[in-house]
Nanobody
């Protein structure tokens, strides 16, 4: 069974920074894309930042220049460095990974449990 365990999150003031981390554990062959999604109250979940196994990244337009996604393939971790946070960044942030397993050879999507990020003065 694959698990994604997140850490980080919390309450910060506008303009401050925060770092989210996520570690994949369990028995699997490898990980394709990893990334972060978020869901604000009353809104649909949206992709924030995605990074391929080769290090290519893609960001939500509203976070470009403020957020940086990175991963450590040896440790099966992905991180999200968030700077200059704004109230509109408030949401539950979810770690996401496409994991290749012995059963799902081409990859299956897994999610973390979510971590709350609140930006408020």
């Amino acid at each position: 069974q694959v698990q994604l365990v997140e850490s980080g999150g919390g309450l910060v003031q506008p303009g401050e920074s925060l770092r989210l981390s996520c570690a994949a554990s369990g028995s699997f062959l490898g990980i394709n894309d990893m990334g972060w999604y978020r869901q604000a109250p009353g809104k649909q979940r949206e992709p924030v930042a995605v990074i391929t196994s080769g290090g290519l990244t893609n960001y939500l337009d509203s976070v470009k220049g403020r957020f940086t996604v990175s991963r450590d393939n040896a440790k099966n971790t992905v991180s999200l460095r968030m700077s200059d946070l704004k109230p509109e960044d408030t949401a539950v942030y979810y770690c996401n990974a496409i994991v290749r397993t012995y059963i799902y050879f081409r990859g299956r999507e897994f999610w973390g449990q979510g971590t709350q990020v609140t930006v408020s003065s």
